[in-house]
T-cell receptor, first 113, second 115 residues
């Protein structure tokens, strides 16, 4: 069994300040972990993924995430928020024999001018 | 252009009237999947397919059917839709049957309303 918990349903930051979106996971197997972004009225786009290589993963648009097995976390960060980062972000875990993907409930990021 | 297409994009229907949402990908991907997105619940997997004629249930399969007769197509069938199936539906595909390490490519979504 696997699960994902996104610890904040909404996060607001000012433009130019750091972004932290938190994700904890549970998996009986060595998981693959992903962050996807969904802009309003759009489909989902991959930001970055972890698949048991380097624990610090860099993605598109300046985002990165660190896999911490001891804390079962995969938090998403960005040093400086931009207005175009306003969107909903999903943490996703994949693992085990079922080939299933489990999505977190999402974090809505608001960027204030 | 490599893409996943879904049709229709918007659909309003009545309870009990059978409907099909089509999904097609032109990337020769092995793995395809359907999700529904509801506020506060994220995306939940309905069904997935690892190859032609191979399908399996996801987390919320009740009330849905799928088929995978061709590699490129993965239609979602609602035999008798009910209002609780009102949702935003996404189709996705991935290059390998073992999707665990691979990016999923998402379609644009189908907004379904059942009255």
């Amino acid at each position: 069994a696997q699960s994902v918990t996104q610890l904040d349903s909404h996060v607001s930051v000012s433009e130019g300040t750091p972004v932290l979106l938190r994700c904890n996971y549970s998996s009986s197997y060595s998981p693959s972990l992903f962050w996807y972004v969904q802009h309003p009225n759009k489909g989902l786009q991959l930001l970055l993924k972890y698949t048991s290589a380097a624990t610090l993963v860099k993605g598109i648009n300046g985002f990165e995430a660190e896999f911490k097995k001891s804390e079962t976390s995969f938090h998403l960060t960005k040093p400086s928020a931009h207005m175009s980062d306003a969107a909903e972000y999903f943490c996703v875990v994949s693992g085990g024999s079922a080939r299933q993907l489990t999505f977190g409930s999402g974090t809505q990021l608001t960027v204030l001018p | 252009e490599a893409q996943v297409t879904q049709n229709p994009r918007y659909l309003i229907t009545v309870t009990g009237k059978k409907l099909t949402v089509t999904c097609s990908q032109n990337m020769n991907h092995e793995y395809m999947s359907w999700y529904r997105q509801d506020p506060g619940l994220g995306l939940r997997q309905i069904y997935y397919s690892m190859n032609v004629e191979v399908t399996d249930k996801g987390d919320v399969p009740e009330g849905y059917k799928v088929s995978r007769k061709e590699k490129r197509n993965f239609p979602l069938i609602l035999e008798s839709p009910s209002p609780n199936q009102t949702s935003l539906y996404f189709c996705a595909s991935s290059p390998e049957a073992d999707s665990r390490g691979y990016e999923q490519y998402f379609g644009p979504g189908t907004r379904l309303t059942v009255t």
